[in-house]
């Protein structure tokens, strides 16, 4: 027990950016793990991005039509719980968060 409670105050002083880095380091691993695998079935998982404790992922080629892809982002989720230590929620989206998939506005006429 007081081993655990050294650990938690040693990861407690720890900058932000160093635990957000290693976050991101634990999260990246665990999907690079599971690749090979959903490439050997025509699929493949990218990570997106990473948002407190949701980690968007973008799942392509086979994985995107799979009837098991629920299970897939279950079990992906699980191992980084697993490694992480903590809650998070895996969040297949659909594109680059960065850059909408659709354009909401109208385009403005020309002048």
Request: proline fraction near 5%.
């Amino acid at each position: 027990m007081l081993a655990e409670t050294d650990e938690l105050k040693t990861e407690e002083r720890k900058p932000a950016s160093d635990r957000q880095a290693e976050r991101e380091a634990i999260i990246r691993a665990v999907i690079e793990e599971v690749r090979p695998n959903l490439k050997r079935d025509g699929g493949d998982c990218e990570l997106v991005e990473i948002e407190g404790n949701k980690v968007m992922v973008k799942m392509t080629g086979a994985c995107v039509f799979c009837k098991l892809a629920s299970e897939t982002i279950e079990g992906i989720q699980s191992k980084i719980v697993e490694r992480l230590g903590e809650l998070v929620r895996l969040i297949p989206v659909a594109g680059s968060l960065n850059k909408p998939l659709i354009n909401l506005k109208a385009p403005t006429p020309a002048q």
